[in-house]
């Protein structure tokens, strides 16, 4: 797990940044028009009007499933990243065809298949996470990096959820597997 991926999880357990608050942060730097790595190919496609928040939307959702050590099939990731099912296909090629998505078949007989980010597509959601939140007061994800041991996390979400620290540890645990 790299270092920002590793602060995305800390931060959304500790409650300190949600998945939303970032991804909109995201869309900004989309709007502005600057690419991350100074990728023209990426550029061209990502920051193509309507399809951004779709795109993003996409990559972050992949990103924070990845940063679970969860893979993703394909009907889940189109429900979760709120996108049609023929948009996210169309979507998903232009990914797919730049190298930043990762596809894998399931089964022969079967239509699903497992989505994740490549490198290269990781590496351009975490500089884009880390430009978005450079523009924020405090640098949230940079603060979120401070190691807080994993007891004191599951106490913070027991206390907030009203519930004990072993439910939440049981709901970890099913989460994992």
């Known amino acids: 797990m790299t270092p920002i991926e ?3 999880r800390r ?4 409650h300190v940044i949600s998945i939303a608050d970032w991804q909109r942060a995201l869309l900004v730097l989309g709007d502005s028009g600057s690419a991350p790595h100074g990728d023209k190919s990426f550029a061209n496609y990502q ?6 928040e779709e795109i993003w939307d996409i990559l972050t959702y992949l990103f924070v499933m990845r940063a679970n050590d969860r893979s993703i099939f394909f009907p889940e990731c189109c429900q979760s990243a709120r996108v049609p099912r023929e948009r996210f296909l169309e979507h998903l090629n232009g990914l797919f065809e730049q190298g930043l998505v990762l596809c894998t078949l399931e089964r022969s007989d079967s239509d699903d298949f497992t989505l994740q980010l490549s490198p290269r597509g990781r590496e351009i959601v975490e500089e884009a996470i880390w430009a978005a939140d450079s523009e924020r007061p405090g640098g949230i994800l940079a603060a979120s990096a401070w190691h807080l041991p ?10 907030s959820l009203n519930v004990s620290s072993s439910a939440v540890e049981r709901h970890l645990a099913n989460f994992r597997e």
């Open 6 to 8: 590793d602060a995305v």
């Open 11 to 14: 931060s959304i357990a500790g």
């Open 47 to 52: 920051f193509s009007g309507a399809m951004n």
């Open 150 to 159: 994993d007891e004191f996390i599951k106490n913070d979400i027991a206390r």
